[in-house]
């Protein structure tokens, strides 16, 4: 664990997640990915151990969206495409 991690904590999550906040849940965890670092798995965005708080974070919101793994896997995969 993160030294600042401890000191801020979880970021807190919306009362309501709304489409809005799932669209931002799969950004930060589309930016938020594990990279093998020589010293580990590190955030490739941010260099906190993998999953840092805002990976965590987006995958909070999205489960709290209801999403399946699936899904978020599809949403991730729209995420990367080219856009038109
Ligand atoms: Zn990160």
Same mark, same amino acid.
Request: charged share 30%; hydrophobic share 35%; aromatic share 4%.
């Given at each position: 664990?993160?030294?600042?991690?401890?000191?801020?904590?979880?970021? $807190?999550? #919306? #009362? @309501?997640?709304? *489409?809005?906040?799932a669209?931002?849940?799969?950004? *930060?965890?589309?930016? @938020?990915?594990?990279?093998?670092? #020589?010293?580990?798995?590190?955030?490739?965005?941010?260099?906190? $151990?993998h $999953?840092?708080? %805002?990976?965590?974070?987006?995958?909070?919101? %999205?489960?709290?969206?209801?999403?399946?793994?699936? +899904?978020?896997?599809?949403?991730? *995969?729209? +995420?990367? *495409? #080219? +856009? $038109?």
């Open positions: 664990m993160d030294s600042t991690d401890e000191f801020l904590g979880e970021l $807190p999550l #919306p #009362p @309501h997640v709304t *489409a809005e906040d669209t931002f849940a799969v950004k *930060a965890v589309t930016v @938020h990915v594990a990279k093998q670092w #020589p010293d580990g798995l590190r955030c490739r965005n941010d260099r906190a $151990p $999953p840092c708080r %805002l990976h965590r974070w987006g995958r909070r919101v %999205l489960d709290l969206r209801g999403l399946t793994d699936r +899904q978020i896997r599809t949403l991730l *995969a729209e +995420q990367n *495409a #080219p +856009q $038109p």
